[in-house]
Nanobody
Framework: QVQLVESGGGLVQAGGSLRLSCAASGRTFSMSAMGWFRQAPGKEREFVAAISASSINLYYSNSAEGRFTISRDNTKNTVYLQMKSLKPTDTAVYYC????????????????????WGQGTQVTVSS
């Protein structure tokens, strides 16, 4: 059973930066594509970014493109989301997710493509 624990959330002013981390337990991290999703109050959970098992393929939502960077360190079983130029509309609970498959593609950037989820970490961006 895979367990994911996010950290790094907090309060930041608009224009600032945060780096989220997600530590994964389990034996299959290096074989698993990983994603970041977020859920703002009153909204559905939405895709933010994804990375293939060996960091070959990276995908971002339109809102994340150019501002957020997803990366991973398979030796540490950790995936990161570096966020810069944060906006109040980025305020949400951010979740990391693990897919039981090494690859990612545009058609797999949905919630049901992922099998395990962390508890979420709150990001609040003040204006």
């Amino acid at each position: 059973q895979v367990q994911l624990v996010e950290s790094g959330g907090g309060l930041v002013q608009a224009g600032g930066s945060l780096r989220l981390s997600c530590a994964a337990s389990g034996r299959t991290f290096s074989m698993s594509a990983m994603g970041w999703f977020r859920q703002a109050p009153g909204k559905e959970r939405e895709f933010v970014a994804a990375i293939s098992a060996s960091s070959i393929n990276l995908y971002y939502s339109n809102s994340a493109e150019g501002r957020f960077t997803i990366s991973r360190d398979n030796t540490k079983n950790t995936v990161y989301l570096q966020m810069k130029s944060l906006k109040p509309t980025d305020t949400a609970v951010y979740y990391c997710a693990s897919r039981s498959f090494p690859g990612v593609s545009p058609t797999a950037l949905v919630e049901n493509a992922y099998n395990y989820w962390g508890q979420g970490t709150q990001v609040t961006v003040s204006s």
